[in-house]
């Protein structure tokens, strides 16, 4: 089979693999599509938890080739969707109920095989059956599931105000869990493009404030104007070092800034201990999730989140570094990769 194949970091090319061998608790997917994801790009340059070699690809949609005997409960040919996350259940943060902070944390795509293939294995109780959604928009499942986590972690208190920075797909679908879990105005903050075109199509957020690439002060000055105590909640989900330093000065007194973007390793934030204190102003962070996938297929599959349109972009496995380059030229959404194109 045809595979993105990462000797290390930044040093990838398509090679032919052998199909993967399942054991008795495994499924084998034919991979249908995979999401490529600002992720990718962390991976590509060795950040993140990413351990090389690796075929990357976390966002799997696929259909059932193959099941183990001990496998129950599917089909050959169920259109599928797989959580990428394992961990051990032996380590310290495991055995104390906090397994998505486990020492030994194991993604697909991240740290193990992944779906820029053609096929990829994963354990049954990994595996979740979609049945109304294409296979493009299946994709967004995984960054669903974050949004779940994140809406779990930010815990908002019912008629809430919120600010989300950044109009990326996660960001669109938790703008729209929020709408529908507590709070009583989101409001979104991007730059103009194509994301808050699509943001506004699908009516993720209340209000939509599109930020001008050439001269973002005045964007950023009216929200301050226009809300002057702030927001209950900021959303940082942009992954820019510069917006997450500034994130904190539109949290209200009393309220929740949540770090939900991925970031550089040498990124740093700058913030006031004083204004912290005396704010008391709750910092959160949102990694990944854990056991979120049921409600994010929920959510999706029964056609409560839209997200029709958000996937914009499609390439070949032979193309990745292609799909690479158009998540870096801001002109797309959501980049996927097919392996029958």
Known sequence: MEAVYYHQAGNFEILKQPIPQIGDNEILLQVLSCGVCGTDQHIHKGEFISKFPLTPGHEVVGKVAKFGKSVKGFTEGDRCVVDPGTTCGECFFCRRGQDLLCENFDGLGCTSAGGFT????????????????????????????????????????????????????????????????????????????????????INAADVYVEIDRENPQADWDRIKKEYPYGFDAVVEATGAESVANDAINYVRRGGSLMVYGVYSDAALVHWKPSKIFGEEIRIIGSFAQTHCFPRAVAYLDGGKINVKGMVTNAFATRDYQKALDMISSKAALKVIVKPSL
């Open 118 to 201: 053609e096929y990829v294995a994963a354990h049954y109780t990994k595996v979740f059956k979609i049945y109304n959604l294409t296979d493009e928009e299946a994709t967004l499942i995984e960054p669903a599931a974050c949004a779940v986590h994140g809406a779990d972690k930010l815990a908002l208190p019912v008629g809430a105000e919120v600010l989300i920075l950044g109009a990326g797909p996660t960001g669109l679908i938790l703008s729209q869990i929020l709408k529908m879990n507590g709070a009583s105005k989101v409001v979104l903050a991007a730059n103009k493009g194509i994301k808050t075109r699509i943001a506004q199509e």
